[in-house]
């Protein structure tokens, strides 16, 4: 049996789905914001990411506390 074959029964690998802490989400919709074209867009593309604008105002704690 060659160790290389693909198997003939693979199990799926399921994507990562652990939540993302309040430090990613401001990071998530920061991007966003400095991508978007205008507010419109913007608005559009936090909802289809499942953020809101106040993910983008919290402000992080400083490095180092």
């Not at 693909?6 to 399921?14: A, G």
């Not at 966003?32 to 936090?46: K, P, Q």
């Amino acid at each position: 049996m060659n160790p290389h074959a693909p198997s003939k029964d693979p199990k799926p690998v399921l994507p990562y789905s652990e939540e993302p802490d309040a430090h990613q989400r401001y990071r998530a919709a920061r991007a966003v914001a400095s991508a978007s074209a205008d507010a419109e867009e913007c608005a559009e593309l936090l909802e289809a990411l499942g953020l809101t604008p106040q993910d983008g105002k919290l402000v992080p704690a400083q490095r180092g506390q």
